[in-house]
C-alpha cells in the first residue's frame, strides 16, 4: 500500500517518453484506460480498446462498413442539404459558413442513410454523424429519418438506427424542434405496418433524438459505457448545483433502471441486429 | 395592437408574466363540470401537469395543461410548469382515456422544459416524452394545442402534436429556452436576448414558417391586463377550431395530421445527383 502512497514513483519510466520514441500512426492510446494498443489490432478491433473494453466513437462510414453485408450499402438522400430558414446570425459564425466549412471537409450533414443488407436480410438503416454539427437534428436529419422509416414500411423491411447526437440543431430554431414530431408521425406509420424500428445508442446521445425516435423504437440497444440521456450532465449540475455519480446516464444505468433492452458491445452488435431482423422479419404475403 | 417596438425578448417577459392566465385560469373561464384526473397509475402525481376532463362548447372534453405559478408558492407546487417523467405519463394516460371515450383533447402549452435533474432522468424523461410523440401521431381524437404562454423544448412538444396549433399573440415557442440557447450557442446564457431575436420564437415568427393554424389576439399590453378578455378570444378560437376538425372521419384527420408534421423542415434537395451511394 505504501508504493501506491508514495508522491514519486521511483524506478519508473515516464509513458510520456516512451510515447515520443514511436511513430504516432504505429500505437494508439486509449482515451479510456490510457493504455497503448498495436493500431492495427485496435482497428480490427472495431475501435474498441482490448485492455479496457473503451468504445471509441466512429463515424458513420465506418459504422455502415461494420454492420452490413458487403457492397449491399445503398445510400439514400444524400442529396439533401440544410437550408438556413432562420437566416442564422451569430457573433461567432453563421450557420451557412459553418456549413459550408464542415462539407469542405466532406461531411455531408449528420446523418447518413441508406438500404442495405446484414446477413441477407433487408433494412434501412440511418446513421449519425457526429462528427456534423455534433449530430445535431435538423430539418435534413428529421428529412432522412421519416423517409427511411417511410421506405422501410413501403418495402416491408425493418428500420435500424445508429444515434450520436447532442440534440436539436439550435440554428433551426423551432423548425429542429418538430423534426421530433417529424419523425415521430413517421415511426408510428412504421409501427402501424408492424415493421420494427431497432434503435442503437451510442456516445453520446442526448436532447431532442433520444427524446424523440431514438426512444420510442421497439427495440433499444446500446453501447458499453455510451452517455444516453435528455438533459446533458453540466445542464443537470447547474440546475441543481449537485455532483452527479459518475456512472450516471450511462447505457449501464438506463439498463439498470428499465429504459433500454440490452447493452452490447460493438464486436456483438452485428449479429444481434441480424438475429432481431430474423426474428421480426414478416412474410410479405402477412405485412 | 401590438406595438412595433416590441423586441423578442420583450414578448419572453410578457409570456413569463406571473399574472399571466395559466392552464388552470383558462380551465376556469372555458370549461364546464371539470374534474382533475391525477396520477400516472405508475409512480406519481406531477403538478406541473394538469389532467382532466370537463365540458366545453356542449360537448365532453380531455384538458391537458402545463401549470405555472402565480407566485413564488404556486411556483414550488407545480415546480414551475417543469413536468417529470410521471406528469408525461399522467398526460399520456388521458391522452389514451381521450381516445378511448372519444373526447376531442385541449391541450395547454406553457413550460419553459421538462424538469432537468437525476431523478428525472432515472426515470427517463426522454423515454416519457418520446412515448407522448408517438402515441399523439396516431390518437384517433381531435387534438387542438394552444401555446398560451412559453412552449420550451420537448417539453412542450410532448403535449403538443395536434390537428390544429394556436398560439397567443405575446406567447413564445422555441426549440429550448432563451437562456439555454445562448448556453448552448454561446456558453453565455447572459445573451439570452441576442438568442431570443437569432431563434425566430415569436407567434408572428412561427405563424410565418407555417408551424401554427392561427395566431390568438391578445387584449392590448398582454393578457394579465385582461385575463377575462384573453380567454373569451382563446374560446372563440377553440370553438372555431374543434367545429373545424370535428367534421372529419378519424382516418382524414389523422392522414392530415400526418401531413402537417411530415411537411416541417426546410431542405435544399439537389436533383442532379442520380448515383450517391458510397460503397
Known amino acids: 500500500?505504501?508504493?501506491?502512497?508514495?508522491?514519486?514513483?521511483?524506478?519508473?519510466?515516464?509513458?510520456?517518453?516512451?510515447?515520443?520514441?514511436?511513430?504516432?500512426?504505429?500505437?494508439?492510446k486509449c482515451a479510456g484506460c490510457g493504455e497503448?494498443?498495436?493500431?492495427?489490432?485496435?482497428?480490427?478491433?472495431?475501435?474498441?480498446?482490448?485492455?479496457?473494453?473503451?468504445?471509441?466513437?466512429?463515424?458513420?462510414?465506418?459504422?455502415?462498413?461494420?454492420?452490413?453485408?458487403?457492397?449491399?450499402?445503398?445510400?439514400?438522400?444524400?442529396d439533401l442539404q440544410p437550408a438556413d430558414p432562420l437566416n442564422f446570425v451569430s457573433p461567432r459564425n453563421n450557420y451557412a459558413e459553418k456549413v459550408a466549412t464542415l462539407q469542405e471537409q466532406g461531411l455531408n450533414e449528420s446523418s447518413v442513410s441508406g438500404i442495405a443488407q446484414i446477413e441477407e436480410q433487408?433494412?434501412?438503416?440511418?446513421?449519425?454523424?457526429?462528427?456534423?454539427?455534433?449530430?445535431?437534428?435538423?430539418?435534413?436529419?428529421?428529412?432522412?429519418?421519416?423517409?427511411?422509416?417511410?421506405?422501410?414500411?413501403?418495402?416491408?423491411?425493418?428500420?435500424?438506427?445508429?444515434?450520436?447526437?447532442?440534440?436539436?440543431?439550435?440554428?433551426?430554431?423551432?423548425?429542429?424542434?418538430?423534426?421530433?414530431?417529424?419523425?415521430?408521425?413517421?415511426?408510428?406509420?412504421?409501427?402501424?405496418?408492424?415493421?420494427?424500428?431497432?434503435?442503437?445508442?451510442?456516445?453520446?446521445?442526448?436532447?431532442?433524438?433520444?427524446?424523440?425516435?431514438?426512444?420510442?423504437?421497439d427495440i433499444i440497444v446500446a453501447e458499453p459505457g455510451a452517455v444516453v440521456g435528455f438533459a446533458g450532465r453540466r445542464v443537470i449540475e447547474q440546475t441543481i448545483r449537485q455532483k452527479l455519480p459518475p456512472e450516471f446516464q450511462t447505457a449501464e444505468f438506463l439498463l439498470e433502471h428499465g429504459m433500454i433492452d440490452m447493452v452490447t458491445p460493438r464486436a456483438e452488435l452485428r449479429g444481434v441486429v441480424a438475429k432481431f431482423l430474423r426474428l421480426y422479419r414478416r412474410s410479405p404475403a402477412r405485412a | 395592437m401590438t406595438a412595433p417596438e416590441l423586441t423578442p425578448w420583450d414578448t419572453v417577459q410578457i409570456a413569463r408574466h406571473a399574472q399571466r392566465p395559466h392552464t388552470l385560469d383558462y380551465v376556469r373561464?372555458?370549461?364546464?363540470?371539470?374534474?382533475?384526473?391525477?396520477?400516472?397509475?405508475?409512480?406519481?402525481d406531477d403538478a406541473a401537469m394538469i389532467a382532466g376532463v370537463g365540458r366545453f362548447a356542449g360537448q365532453t372534453v380531455a384538458i391537458?395543461?402545463?401549470?405555472?405559478?402565480?407566485?413564488?408558492?404556486?411556483?414550488?407546487?407545480?415546480?414551475f410548469g417543469s413536468p417529470?417523467?410521471?406528469?408525461?405519463?399522467?398526460?399520456?394516460?388521458?391522452?389514451?382515456?381521450?381516445?378511448?371515450?372519444?373526447?376531442?383533447?385541449?391541450?395547454?402549452?406553457?413550460?419553459?422544459?421538462?424538469?432537468?435533474?437525476?431523478?428525472?432522468?432515472?426515470r427517463g424523461q426522454a423515454e416519457a416524452i418520446a412515448e407522448n410523440l408517438l402515441v399523439?401521431?396516431?390518437?384517433?381524437?381531435?387534438?387542438?394545442?394552444?401555446?398560451?404562454?412559453?412552449?420550451?423544448?420537448?417539453?412542450?412538444?410532448?403535449?403538443g402534436i395536434a390537428d390544429r396549433l394556436l398560439m397567443l399573440e405575446y406567447a413564445v415557442y422555441s426549440v429550448a429556452s432563451p437562456e439555454a440557447s445562448a448556453t448552448i450557442l454561446w456558453r453565455d446564457g447572459a445573451q439570452a436576448p441576442e438568442a431570443a431575436a437569432a431563434m425566430r420564437i415569436t407567434a408572428k415568427d412561427l405563424a410565418e414558417f407555417g408551424i401554427?393554424?392561427?395566431v390568438i389576439p391578445e387584449p392590448e399590453g398582454g393578457a394579465h391586463l385582461d385575463p377575462v378578455a384573453a380567454i373569451a378570444q382563446v374560446r372563440m378560437a377553440l370553438q372555431k377550431h374543434l367545429h373545424a376538425i370535428a367534421v372529419h372521419s378519424v382516418s382524414v384527420l389523422l392522414e392530415q395530421r400526418y401531413n402537417k408534421y411530415r411537411r416541417i423542415g426546410v431542405v435544399h434537395e439537389r436533383q442532379a445527383t442520380l448515383f450517391a451511394s458510397r460503397s
Not at chain 1, 508504493?3 to 500505437?27: C, G, H, M, N, V
Not at chain 2, 373561464?29 to 406519481?44: K, Q
Request: with cysteine.
Open chain 1, 1 to 28: 500500500m505504501k508504493e501506491f502512497l508514495r508522491r514519486t514513483p521511483r524506478y519508473f519510466t515516464s509513458p510520456k517518453q516512451a510515447d515520443q520514441q514511436i511513430p504516432d500512426d504505429l500505437w494508439k
Open chain 1, 36 to 78: 497503448l494498443t498495436y493500431t492495427k489490432q485496435w482497428l480490427d478491433n472495431a475501435k474498441v480498446c482490448p485492455k479496457c473494453g473503451h468504445h471509441e466513437r466512429m463515424a458513420a462510414a465506418e459504422w455502415i462498413e461494420l454492420l452490413v453485408d458487403k457492397g449491399s450499402w445503398q445510400e439514400q438522400d444524400a
Open chain 1, 122 to 217: 433487408p433494412l434501412a438503416l440511418c446513421v449519425s454523424e457526429f462528427g456534423f454539427m455534433g449530430g445535431s437534428m435538423g430539418s435534413v436529419m428529421g428529412e432522412k429519418i421519416a423517409r427511411a422509416a417511410e421506405r422501410a414500411a413501403d418495402e416491408g423491411m425493418a428500420l435500424v438506427t445508429i444515434n450520436a447526437s447532442g440534440g436539436a440543431r439550435m440554428q433551426e430554431g423551432i423548425l429542429s424542434l418538430m423534426q421530433m414530431a417529424k419523425t415521430s408521425v413517421a415511426l408510428a406509420r412504421l409501427g402501424d405496418v408492424r415493421q420494427p424500428h431497432i434503435s442503437i445508442l451510442i456516445d453520446p446521445c442526448l436532447g431532442g433524438v433520444t427524446a424523440s425516435y431514438a426512444s420510442s423504437a
Open chain 2, 29 to 44: 373561464g372555458l370549461i364546464e363540470d371539470f374534474v382533475e384526473l391525477r396520477g400516472d397509475r405508475r409512480f406519481g
Open chain 2, 64 to 79: 391537458l395543461g402545463h401549470q405555472k405559478g402565480s407566485n413564488t408558492k404556486e411556483n414550488l407546487k407545480h415546480n
Open chain 2, 84 to 122: 417529470h417523467p410521471e406528469g408525461f405519463r399522467k398526460a399520456l394516460r388521458l391522452m389514451q382515456h381521450a381516445a378511448k371515450f372519444g373526447f376531442p383533447l385541449l391541450c395547454f402549452i406553457d413550460t419553459s422544459g421538462a424538469s432537468p435533474n437525476l431523478a428525472s432522468e432515472e
Open chain 2, 136 to 159: 399523439m401521431a396516431d390518437l384517433p381524437i381531435p387534438i387542438v394545442a394552444t401555446v398560451i404562454g412559453e412552449g420550451g423544448s420537448g417539453g412542450a412538444l410532448a403535449i
Open chain 2, 212 to 214: 401554427i393554424d392561427e
